[in-house]
């Protein structure tokens, strides 16, 4: 939810220095004094949450993985992502999905976010895995369960749920969708 709120308040922040911008006194056009030119560098990687914070350290081993180009990622941080995986659960055999250890930290560590065109769009329901993501999808107990939860899902049954069962306000029924703010 935290990304959400950023992507509002920076939205909303571009959006009155476009109204500034408009209200030129010269009658000049909005378009004509904005200037996009420069050099412009990838900041951050947040397709699926918690992914980097909870695989990569802090400093710049974070800041590499944040700046990685997607293609990339598997091969420089799949064993990285496997050693801090087993690091967290030593006994881990293989996940609900009834996958490895190399194999679930392969997909994770290349943090791009699928959205499939057709069906339907989740990041884990336990049919459909990582088709996507509504706003209401509990990706961290998802992702707790897939670290925590053993072959059946129900191991370690007090390390899979974070007990946060909601958004903190209901999401609205017509786009964009997200809650109103506080």
Known sequence: MKT???SIVTMSLLFAATLLVSCDNNGDSPAASLDFSGTYVQQDQMA??????VFIASGAPKDAFNTAIPSAMGASYQSVFQSRLLA?????????????AAQLTGLLATDVLGVKKTG??????????????????DVIDVELLLIFGG????????LTKDNVNAND????ASFPYLAAAW
């Open 4 to 6: 959400y709120k950023i």
């Open 48 to 53: 699926r949450p918690a992914i980097n914070t």
């Open 88 to 100: 967290l659960n030593s006994g881990y055999t293989t996940n609900a999905l009834g996958q490895t």
């Open 120 to 137: 339907t769009t989740t990041f884990f329901d336990g049919t459909n895995v990582l088709t996507g993501r509504a706003l209401a999808d």
């Open 151 to 158: 072959p059946s899902g129900t191991s370690n049954p007090r």
């Open 169 to 172: 306000k209901a999401f609205t």
